[in-house]
């Protein structure tokens, strides 16, 4: 194993908007496929609170909606999010987690979605991979760490 791949962050806290890049075609580039790579074959673990798995299914809806994917590929798409759910450590929040990311939420400006992922990453001590750069400036302002794609794969 070369020393850059030592250096490679081993968890994180996966944010919807990096996973779109799996899931829309026209978003896939190098940097996204290596990452894929490594989560299909075990050598990062990845969190996310279980409101990820709703909102990729989102991003496929949309994409669809908006004509990026055919609807008839949009089944083809989850197969892609359902393999990497197994990869996924997926929390389930209680009320007053869920409580603690609608106070964060309130804080940073951010929608309760993204504060959940923030909540996540501050609770595990992981850092946070987004693509979203408010959700990314809030973690920063919380002293979490920000992961960009190019860091973990």
Known sequence: MSSALQTLPEAFVLDAS???TWLLPDEHDE???RLY???RSGTVDAHAPELWLWECGNIIANAVKRKRVDAADALLQWSVLDALRTRVELAIFEP?????CLALGIDHGLSIYDAAYLWL???????????DRTLAAAAVASGA??????EVS
């Open 18 to 20: 990096v996973t779109a």
């Open 31 to 33: 940097a996204s496929r």
């Open 37 to 39: 790579a490594r989560l």
């Open 96 to 100: 007053a987690q869920v409580r603690a």
């Open 121 to 131: 990453a501050l609770s595990l001590k992981l850092p946070l991979l987004t693509h």
């Open 145 to 150: 760490t920000v992961l960009s794609l190019a």
